[in-house]
């Protein structure tokens, strides 16, 4: 695949979720652009972010990992002060980091009475609050959290950027998972808020909004043991009208698009899907 890559040289990139299947990818192609690449993660995720750092740098280009749990400010800011002393202040922020528990998810599409009152099924009034506000709080606060600590690198400084993951369940909520649905809306609604917050600063503020890409995370969602399509991956494939799962490499182009402010320095304050037609198709 043949994709415009704009010159990023000096840029310094600061991605959460760094070692993450869909966010490893922008850190591969953003460093071959010229990028000083940060891969963000937490610490158990340090020897897969090292060894994305290692083979960065064997292809010529330049990265590092920081331990960064989002949620955690005192280690972001940690992350940060090293991040200044070794490359110097962020240019792109990429907020990458989330993901969903079975402690938010209910074990059915429409409310039951049976699951209501089976203990070994979780209905909507079943959810654990702990369980709902951590996925919440991952999402959300992952994203307003590392924007407070690094978009102050932004300020006063030319062709800054910074990028959320929505997804298309901001547009058109799933089935079974409420809390990873609101916080993915609320990351669309915020990415507006601050594309509008800091338009005299000359920072723009998009949102990838990934449709239905099969990773190693979501495997045994969407394919049984013996590698047939689960019935929710028939429902998928079924309201996606391009009728397929997305690659990874499908989300680069739109990524390197809105990094270079030559191509679209008059765009913020959009979230673009990035999902086959999923959010478009009303099912008829």
Known sequence: MSIHQPDLKNKVAVITGGAGVLCSRFAVMLAKCGA????????????RGEQLAEN????????????????????????????????GPCDILINGAGGNSPKASTDCEFHDNDVMNDPEKKSFFDLDPEGFNFVFNLNFNGTLFPTQEFARDMLGRKDCTIINISSMNAFTPLTKIPAYSAAKAAISNFTKWLATHFAHEGIRVNAIAPGFFATAQNRALLFNPDGTPTARTDKILRNTPMGRFGEAEELIGTLMWLVDSDMSGFVTGTVIAVDGGFSAYSGV
């Open 56 to 87: 960065i740098k064997k292809d010529g280009g330049e990265a590092t990992f920081k331990a960064m749990n989002v949620l955690d400010r005192e280690q972001l800011k940690k992350a940060h002060n090293e991040i200044l002393a070794e490359y």
């Open 36 to 47: 000083k690449v940060v891969i963000g993660g937490l610490e158990k995720d340090k020897e």
